[in-house]
């Protein structure tokens, strides 16, 4: 009896949850005349036009194109600075490690329209404004705290005595880190990798303040179609459907880490 | 576990140091430098003192901002909290359908945050959304756009749908750390359904709904983009929450002053809220240590 209920629960639930995205699907193999003139669950002529306008519009995927480049920097740099000060954070007690440990969730948790404004100036100021790497570099605020978090949960879970054997075998620090160390901690560099890209691939206002043409994201793009008049609501809910693509392809091979990652590192 | 005392671990956290305090530390300097500051263009500043916090502090609009901000979090937390618990209590435990479940769970979670905007903004239109239009059908004046009620019901059930899956996900992770010895042990005792859940499997997911919570708190303070999208903040200024406000301030007025007390104001509230949180956590974790 318990079992049955539960199932109740849940399929309710996931229905609730699947129906909007099933709603966008729909809206996005219709027609703009068929969106506007007709009602129907189904589409009634099938049409693939909206993605192909999309697929053949440079100004729609060169957006895509920016967002996957300045995420990819994103990633790359984020992994690279998080990784050594995790292993530090989860091995050693040195002077005035609390606070900065502190220090970095502030980050986190900082409003980015907060930082908006400044981070304008600043990339203005150096000439980076509306370039991949100015972007990658503000999301940064708040990708390397995350990585470092996420990381330093999971290092903790690797027996110290590992790093001790390998220092008396003779690894110096970077050859065991790299070789012995990182192998061990696959699974969470994946996680981190993967919510760094996620929280990047879904940040709306950085991006759009940060750029305007060359490095002009996929959801900037968006949102300058919403406000337009004569709305062409079979595009958007296409360009809609292929942002959430990527982020449903990885779903599956972190899924058993996903609270884990969102938890900080701490479950 | 140990840690060793070793100040040379310094060295590695030094590139995180220089690229945050890049990243954060400038940028805040100019925050504060603009706030104050009077300036009226080419770069030239006029001491302000502490003007732009005295119009700030008194302004209606803040005020009103603010409140519908904590109002709105307040809700959030009501619905999401309890739901997301309920939710993980009824998941299937292992199997092919566990990890099913989690899989769909998480699929809203990793939608960027403008396209789940754009999903409710399409589901929700009366002409051409399942939601309007079913509403509509059945007789409820329903319409985002003019009603300052519906556009509050359409981003609260928007921001259920976008985030109860991570408090389920959260509870679910702390769930399964409980033995079976548990509750074995509660059958024996011939413990209810009730007791069950108030004296296993609460206290064993405290740590993790702790987090959960200051997470939706967090983000559901600052939230920006969905409503942005979904409604722009209005209609009127019904749903301009913290940040939206703020956005509208200094990138569309360009009203850097009081925009840059704003900011700090609101910066020391998370740097407060931050505090207790890490604080909290940290005691929570030398508890299970010992």
Same mark, same amino acid.
């Given at each position: 009896?318990?079992?049955?209920?539960?199932?109740?629960?849940?399929?309710?639930?996931?229905?609730?949850?699947?129906?909007?995205?099933?709603?966008?699907?729909?809206?996005?193999?219709?027609?703009?005349?068929?969106?506007?003139?007709?009602?129907?669950?189904?589409?009634?002529?099938?049409?693939?036009?909206?993605?192909?306008?999309?697929?053949?519009?440079?100004?729609?995927?060169?957006?895509?194109?920016?967002?996957?480049?300045?995420?990819?920097?994103?990633?790359?740099?984020?992994?690279?600075?998080?990784?050594?000060?995790?292993?530090?954070?989860?091995?050693?007690?040195?002077?005035?490690?609390?606070?900065?440990?502190?220090?970095?969730?502030?980050?986190?948790?900082?409003?980015?329209?907060?930082?908006?404004?400044?981070?304008?100036?600043?990339?203005?100021?150096?000439?980076?404004?509306?370039?991949?790497?100015?972007?990658?570099?503000?999301?940064?605020?708040?990708?390397?705290?995350?990585?470092?978090?996420?990381?330093?949960?999971?290092?903790?879970?690797?027996?110290?005595?590992?790093?001790?054997?390998?220092?008396?075998?003779?690894?110096?620090?970077?050859?065991?880190?790299?070789?012995?160390?990182?192998?061990?901690?696959?699974?969470?560099?994946?996680?981190?990798?993967?919510?760094?890209?996620?929280?990047?691939?879904?940040?709306?206002?950085?991006?759009?303040?940060?750029?305007?043409?060359?490095?002009?994201?996929?959801?900037?793009?968006?949102?300058?179609?919403?406000?337009?008049?004569?709305?062409?609501?079979?595009?958007?809910?296409?360009?809609?459907?292929?942002?959430?693509?990527?982020?449903?392809?990885?779903?599956?091979?972190?899924?058993?880490?996903?609270?884990?990652?969102?938890?900080?590192?701490?479950? | 576990?140990?840690?060793?005392?070793?100040?040379?671990?310094?060295?590695?956290?030094?590139?995180?140091?220089?690229?945050?305090?890049?990243?954060?530390?400038?940028?805040?300097?100019?925050?504060?430098?603009?706030?104050?500051?009077?300036?009226?263009?080419?770069?030239?500043?006029?001491?302000?003192?502490?003007?732009?916090?005295?119009?700030?502090?008194?302004?209606?609009?803040?005020?009103?901002?603010?409140?519908?901000?904590?109002?709105?979090?307040?809700?959030?937390?009501?619905?999401?909290?309890?739901?997301?618990?309920?939710?993980?209590?009824?998941?299937?435990?292992?199997?092919?359908?566990?990890?099913?479940?989690?899989?769909?769970?998480?699929?809203?979670? =990793?939608?960027? %945050?403008?396209?789940?905007?754009? &999903?409710?903004?399409?589901?929700?239109? #009366?002409?051409? @959304?399942?939601? /309007?239009?079913?509403?509509?059908?059945?007789?409820?004046?329903?319409?985002?756009?003019?009603?300052?009620?519906?556009?509050?019901?359409?981003?609260?059930?928007?921001?259920?749908?976008?985030?109860?899956?991570?408090?389920?996900?959260?509870?679910?992770?702390?769930?399964?750390?409980?033995?079976?010895?548990?509750?074995?042990?509660?059958?024996?005792?011939?413990?209810?359904?009730?007791?069950?859940?108030?004296?296993?499997?609460?206290?064993?997911?405290?740590?993790?709904?702790?987090?959960?919570? =200051?997470?939706? %708190?967090?983000?559901?303070?600052? &939230?920006?983009?969905?409503?942005?999208? #979904?409604?722009? @903040?209005?209609? /009127?200024?019904?749903?301009?929450?913290?940040?939206?406000?703020?956005?509208?301030?200094?990138?569309?007025?360009?009203?850097?002053?009081?925009?840059?007390?704003?900011?700090?104001?609101?910066?020391?509230?998370?740097?407060?809220?931050?505090?207790?949180?890490?604080?909290?956590?940290?005691?929570?974790?030398?508890?299970?240590?010992?």
């Amino acid at each position: 009896m318990r079992i049955k209920s539960s199932a109740v629960v849940m399929t309710i639930y996931l229905l609730f949850l699947l129906i909007p995205i099933y709603w966008l699907i729909n809206m996005s193999l219709k027609t703009n005349t068929e969106i506007t003139s007709t009602f129907s669950v189904f589409p009634q002529t099938f049409t693939l036009q909206n993605y192909v306008t999309i697929l053949s519009d440079p100004s729609w995927y060169m957006g895509y194109v920016n967002s996957i480049i300045y995420v990819t920097m994103n990633v790359v740099i984020s992994l690279t600075v998080a990784l050594p000060a995790a292993y530090a954070f989860s091995r050693y007690n040195f002077m005035g490690d609390k606070h900065l440990f502190f220090w970095l969730l502030t980050n986190r948790m900082a409003p980015p329209a907060v930082f908006a404004l400044p981070f304008f100036q600043l990339y203005s100021s150096v000439g980076l404004f509306d370039t991949h790497i100015a972007i990658a570099l503000a999301h940064c605020l708040f990708n390397v705290p995350l990585a470092v978090w996420i990381l330093e949960g999971f290092m903790r879970g690797v027996p110290k005595e590992i790093d001790e054997t390998a220092y008396i075998d003779g690894y110096s620090f970077p050859k065991f880190f790299v070789k012995i160390f990182m192998p061990l901690i696959a699974s969470g560099i994946g996680v981190a990798a993967f919510f760094c890209f996620m929280f990047s691939w879904v940040e709306l206002l950085l991006s759009r303040t940060l750029a305007t043409v060359n490095a002009k994201s996929i959801a900037a793009t968006m949102t300058r179609t919403v406000s337009a008049s004569g709305m062409d609501w079979g595009v958007l809910a296409a360009a809609g459907v292929l942002t959430i693509v990527p982020g449903a392809l990885v779903i599956y091979f972190v899924r058993n880490y996903i609270a884990k990652g969102f938890a900080l590192g701490r479950v | 576990m140990d840690k060793t005392l070793n100040n040379k671990a310094w060295f590695l956290v030094l590139p995180v140091l220089v690229l945050v305090a890049f990243s954060a530390v400038l940028p805040l300097m100019t925050v504060v430098n603009y706030a104050f500051n009077d300036t009226f263009g080419q770069n030239k500043f006029f001491w302000a003192g502490l003007d732009w916090f005295e119009e700030m502090v008194t302004s209606d609009r803040l005020h009103q901002a603010l409140g519908r901000q904590i109002l709105f979090s307040a809700i959030i937390l009501a619905i999401e909290v309890p739901l997301g618990i309920f939710i993980a209590l009824n998941m299937p435990k292992k199997g092919f359908f566990a990890s099913f479940c989690l899989i769909l769970m998480a699929l809203p979670l =990793l939608i960027p %945050f403008n396209v789940v905007g754009t &999903i409710w903004q399409i589901f929700g239109r #009366v002409d051409i @959304g399942l939601l /309007g239009h079913t509403l509509a059908a059945i007789g409820i004046d329903y319409n985002y756009t003019n009603d300052p009620i519906d556009a509050w019901i359409t981003v609260i059930i928007m921001d259920v749908w976008h985030w109860t899956s991570l408090v389920a996900l959260l509870a679910y992770a702390g769930l399964q750390s409980i033995p079976q010895a548990y509750y074995q042990a509660a059958r024996i005792d011939q413990a209810n359904r009730w007791s069950v859940f108030r004296y296993i499997e609460l206290p064993k997911m405290k740590g993790v709904l702790l987090i959960a919570i =200051l997470l939706r %708190f967090m983000d559901s303070f600052m &939230i920006y983009t969905e409503p942005f999208v #979904v409604t722009g @903040g209005g209609p /009127g200024n019904s749903t301009t929450f913290l940040s939206i406000d703020l956005a509208k301030m200094a990138t569309g007025q360009f009203d850097l002053g009081p925009a840059a007390a704003f900011s700090l104001m609101y910066f020391l509230v998370i740097l407060l809220i931050s505090w207790v949180f890490f604080t909290v956590m940290t005691n929570l974790d030398r508890e299970e240590n010992h």
